[in-house]
């Protein structure tokens, strides 16, 4: 009985897998598999909480080192595709100052991503939030240091 029960497990397992990657695309499906840039961050220089309208939250914790961004983690309460979008919106942050992250778009990531149904590409759009939120937390920390 056991040995069925595995069998049955390792099969279904391999069909979510083989239909998660057709419905999402070989590159989000790698990183549905194993998130990078996923974690929290004590006293960054830069957090953004950004819950949208689906329930998903995300944070986003930046440190910066000679105003590029040298440390991106996201942290998320939501679905796959919002670790997969958090994932690629910290990466992507990673190297840039705040006049460059204003570039990184919900378009954008989901270019990268290739493909994503169309019920989940908002997550792309809230990641994009929570960073820009990072980004505006960082800058007003910035302008209170200056004055």
Known sequence: MSKDFDNFVEDLQNQIFEQTKEDYGDVAFQRWIKPLYIGTMDNPDGYGRITGSCGDTIQMFLKFEDERVKKALFQ??????????????????????????VD???????KKLGGFPEEDKHCAFLSVDALQDAVNDYMIKQSRKDK
Not at 83 to 100: H, Q
Not at 104 to 110: D, F, K, M, S, Y
């Open 104 to 110: 990184i778009t919900g378009e954008v990531i989901l």
């Open 76 to 101: 998320t309460d939501g679905c796959g595709s919002s670790a997969v979008c958090g994932s690629f919106a910290a990466e992507m942050a990673l190297g840039k100052t705040p006049d460059e992250i």
